[in-house]
């Protein structure tokens, strides 16, 4: 019991070293404008500081928790240092029980929500782990790192060559949880942050696209209770994360939309990075965003230094992975055999059709997507009409027509479906997730 408790300890301080870190960055040297934006700033800069620290102390082989807590608190008192003279000016949140108690509708769905997520976090905390990516690398890897102290990837079983090779952003995550505890036990609820950012981040999106802040609550609450993205919640995957991670990219790329800043073009980046280097598939995902990106770069005629810092991040973030691909084995995105117009571009040993064997034609079809995969009502009366409709609907009633970035960001779920359905060779309704928060924010815009 008292060795329970000094463990659960050990990982409050090493979590409040990390979060205090990430708050004077946020409040003394990006002082971003928006109040939620600030606070998704604080939980990116808290991933970013945890991703960081593992991989430099995983590379030299010292991954263990006194140096750990040894270098945080030093990066702690640094932070500090440089920015002791500066004033913290964090907004405070959207006082959202105002909103919440001036509709009992409001108030029905934010109790509706709790009780289903206790429910979820409740059965988590009894219940052993399951799913295939959490017993075969998501825990396991960070089970070798806790033995060995080092990044080394292990070979998977059920013929597999690629998990050893997959992006280590939410394994890194998970081992921040398993650490002091050696065990599960929190692990296992992973996602959870994620889950509550995305709630906040599709209501941000909304309110910058014009939507009221009734409506966005909406907006939040449906889409995170979409059943089968609500009950993520239950396996230690990392595909609230990616979705998280991507609506924070597209809030942020909103955000630079107002006000071009190096504060809004590093938290853009920061959030870019971070998807990359969580999983693969958020390589193509990531690419859509690029787009608007270099249209708001070259309308705003950017300063180099501002690329600059744009491509240090991304690659600080999200490129470890790739970099040791390519070190290793000469091919960035191994073991897939990469070809463009049937010429070999990078060799690996799968192609998409050994990715995709187990899976069906019929696995794409609308029908199985929206009965047979728990996507909800919501999917089927706000999402989908939303995919067809938003564009063509804003451009005839000629609202916002003028503004590219507002009408790319309506065909976005479509350019998400088109790209999951032809590029990503494998069908998985996870990785839907993006769209499915674009998606309803496009419905009630």
């Known amino acids: 019991m008292i060795k329970g408790m000094e463990s659960m300890l050990i990982l ?89 108690s001036a509709d009992k509708s409001l108030l029905l769905a934010i109790c509706v929500l709790s009780g289903f997520a206790l429910a979820k976090i ?63 036990f929190l692990a296992d609820l992973g996602q959870l942050p994620f889950f ?30 979409i059943p089968n993205f609500f009950k993520q919640l239950q396996v230690a995957y990392v595909d609230i994360m990616v979705a998280a991670l991507f609506m924070a990219a597209l809030n942020f790329l909103l955000s630079l939309k107002e006000e071009f800043s190096l504060s809004n073009v590093s938290a853009f980046a920061i959030s870019l990075g971070l998807i990359i280097g969580t999983k693969t598939i958020a390589l193509p995902y990531s690419a859509l965003l690029l787009f608007p990106f270099l249209y708001l770069v070259i ?26 691909n390519f070190i290793t084995t000469g091919n960035p995105l191994y073991p897939m055999d990469y070809k463009l117009f049937g010429k070999a571009i990078f060799k690996g040993v799968m192609d998409a059709a050994s990715y995709g064997a187990h899976f069906e034609g019929k696995d794409h079809s609308l029908t199985k997507i929206l009965f047979h995969e ?53 069908a998985n309704i996870r990785y839907l997730y993006p769209l499915l928060g674009v998606g309803m924010v496009a419905a009630f815009y």
């Open 12 to 100: 409050l301080v090493m979590n409040l070293l990390v979060v205090f870190s990430a708050y004077l960055l946020a409040s003394r040297c990006f002082k971003l404008k928006n109040a939620i934006d600030s606070w998704v700033l604080v939980f990116l800069l808290y991933f970013t500081q945890i991703i960081l620290t593992e991989l430099m102390l995983g590379i030299e082989g010292r991954l263990f928790l006194l140096k750990l807590l040894i270098l945080n608190s030093a990066i702690l008192f640094s932070v500090w240092m440089i920015t002791r003279k500066r004033q913290s000016n964090i907004l405070g949140q959207e006082n959202f029980l105002e909103i919440i």
């Open 122 to 184: 409740s059965i988590n905390l009894v219940n052993p782990p399951f799913g295939w990516d959490s017993l075969n690398y998501h825990f396991t890897f960070p089970v070798e790192w806790l033995k060995n102290g080092n990044l080394n990837m292990p070979i998977t079983i059920n013929d597999d060559p690629s998990p050893p090779y997959y992006p280590l952003n939410g394994n890194l995550f998970f081992f921040w949880l398993m650490l002091p505890l050696k065990n599960v």
């Open 196 to 225: 509550v950012v995305s709630f906040f981040l599709t209501f941000s999106i909304s309110r910058k696209m014009g939507v009221s802040k009734e409506l966005s609550f909406f907006s939040s609450c449906l889409f995170v209770l």
């Open 299 to 324: 309308k705003n005629k950017c300063k180099p230094y501002f690329i600059l810092t744009f491509i240090s991040l991304v690659i600080a973030l999200g490129g470890f992975t790739y970099i040791r």
């Open 374 to 426: 728990g996507l909800g009502a919501q999917t089927l009366i706000f999402v989908l009409p939303a995919l067809f409709a938003a564009l063509p609907a804003t451009i005839i009633k000629k609202k916002n027509c003028k503004d590219l970035l507002f009408l790319y960001i309506l065909a976005l779920p479509v350019l998400l479906f088109l790209t999951w359905r032809f590029l990503i060779p494998l």
